[in-house]
C-alpha cells in the first residue's frame, strides 16, 4: 500500500471542518488545525494556529509539508468584526496561499456565494465579485489573494451548509429564537442553494486529489428561499412555534443583502462525478422520525 497523502485541514474546528475531519481520516495522514477550542475535532491530529499570525502559518506548513490543504476557516458573519474579518478572510488567506505555493502543496480554499450582489443570477463559476457586504468584500479579496499567491488552488464558492446530524449554527440561532417566545421573520426574497455538509465535505476532499484550478461553485442542486429552508429545517430538528414565524422581505430591511445567489454547477457535478443534493433529497433520505 502506498503511504497516504499528508492532508492539512485549516478550519478543523468550524461546522464544516468537524464534519470533513472524521470522512477524510480514513484515507489521509490527517492534521486539523483550530484557533479557540480543539474539542470540536474528532479525528486526525489537532494542531493551533492562528491564521492572522503570518510567521505561525508559514512555519506550520513548512514543518507539516503537507502535500493536501484544505482552507476551511474564516470569520463568518456574526463571528467577529470588520477588521478580524479582514484579517482572517484576507491576510489569513493570503499567508496559507503563500505557504501552500511554497512547498508545492495542492490547496483547496473555500469561500462563499455572499462574493455576488445577488442581481445576476444564475452565477457561472467564474463570474467576476460584486460584493454587497463588508464579509463579501473579504471574501472576495481572500480569493483574490489566493489568486495571487497560489496559482494552481482550487477556489470553491459554497452556499448555505447544513447538516442533520450536528444542527448549523443559523438554524440553531432561529430555534433559540422561538424558544424564546419571540417572532422569527425569514426572507421570503433570498434565494440560495444550501448544500448539506457532507456533499460539500465528500466534493472538497475529491478536489483535493484533482489538479483542477481556479473557481468552482460547489453548492446543493434545489435553489430554495431563506424563508422555506428556515422552516423546513426548523421542522427536520421538530423544534415547534410555527405560529411564530413569519415572512420578511431582505429588501425592505437593507441594501447589503444579496437576494438571488443561484449557482450553476454543472461543472462541479461533471469534474466531482456527483450528484450534489438538494435540501429535498437530503431531507427525504434522513428522515426524522
Ligand atoms: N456556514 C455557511 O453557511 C457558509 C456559507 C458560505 C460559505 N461558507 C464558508 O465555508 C467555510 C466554512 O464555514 P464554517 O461554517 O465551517 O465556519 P465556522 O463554523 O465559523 O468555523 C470557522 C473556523 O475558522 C477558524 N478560525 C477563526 N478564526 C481563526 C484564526 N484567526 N486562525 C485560525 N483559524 C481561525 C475557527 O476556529 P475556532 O472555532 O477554533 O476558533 C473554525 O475552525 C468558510 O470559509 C466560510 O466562509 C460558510
Redesign the pocket.
Known amino acids: 500500500m502506498p503511504p497516504k497523502k499528508r492532508l492539512l485541514l485549516?478550519?478543523?474546528?468550524?461546522?464544516?471542518?468537524?464534519h470533513l475531519a472524521p470522512l477524510a481520516a480514513p484515507s489521509y495522514d490527517l492534521y486539523a488545525?483550530?484557533?479557540?477550542?480543539?474539542a470540536?475535532i474528532t479525528a486526525g491530529q489537532a494542531l493551533p494556529?492562528?491564521?492572522?499570525n503570518r510567521n505561525a502559518v508559514v512555519a506550520l506548513i513548512q514543518e507539516l509539508a503537507p502535500e493536501i490543504i484544505i482552507?476551511?476557516?474564516?470569520?463568518?458573519p456574526g463571528?467577529?468584526n470588520d477588521l478580524?474579518m479582514q484579517?482572517?478572510?484576507v491576510d489569513?488567506s493570503r499567508y496559507m496561499a503563500e505557504a501552500a505555493n511554497l512547498v508545492g502543496a495542492r490547496l483547496v480554499h473555500?469561500?462563499?456565494?455572499?462574493v455576488h450582489d445577488g442581481r445576476h443570477a444564475p452565477y457561472a463559476d467564474d463570474a467576476p465579485p460584486n460584493p454587497l457586504n463588508v464579509y463579501g468584500q473579504t471574501?472576495a479579496l481572500g480569493e483574490a489573494a489566493v489568486q495571487a499567491y497560489c496559482p494552481h488552488a482550487a477556489i470553491v464558492?459554497?452556499?448555505?451548509?447544513?447538516g442533520l446530524n450536528v444542527i448549523?449554527?443559523?438554524t440553531a440561532g432561529f430555534a433559540a429564537q422561538l424558544q424564546r417566545g419571540e417572532t422569527l421573520a425569514l426572507f421570503s426574497d433570498v434565494i440560495r442553494q444550501?448544500v448539506w455538509v457532507e456533499d460539500l465535505a465528500t466534493a472538497l476532499l475529491k478536489l483535493g486529489d484533482l489538479d483542477f484550478a481556479g473557481l468552482l461553485n460547489i453548492a446543493g442542486s434545489q435553489p430554495i428561499t431563506r424563508e422555506l429552508f428556515g422552516r423546513k429545517l426548523l421542522q427536520w430538528w421538530q423544534v415547534g412555534h410555527e405560529t411564530q414565524i413569519c415572512a420578511g422581505l431582505a429588501a425592505e430591511i437593507s441594501d447589503t443583502i444579496p437576494l438571488d445567489l443561484r449557482l450553476t454547477l454543472d461543472k462541479a457535478e461533471a469534474l466531482l462525478n456527483m450528484n450534489l443534493k438538494g435540501v429535498d433529497e437530503v431531507i427525504k433520505r434522513s428522515p426524522n422520525l
Not at 485549516?10 to 468537524?18: A, N, T, V
Not at 488545525?33 to 480543539?38: F, L, N, W
Not at 494556529?49 to 492572522?52: G, N, Q, R, V
Not at 482552507?71 to 463568518?76: K, P
Open positions: 485549516i478550519g478543523g474546528s468550524g461546522y464544516l471542518g468537524q488545525t483550530y484557533q479557540q477550542s480543539s470540536a494556529l492562528d491564521l492572522t482552507h476551511t476557516a474564516a470569520i463568518n463571528r467577529g478580524a484579517r482572517v478572510n489569513g473555500v469561500s462563499s456565494d455572499v471574501k464558492r459554497t452556499s448555505l451548509i447544513y448549523d449554527r443559523s444550501p
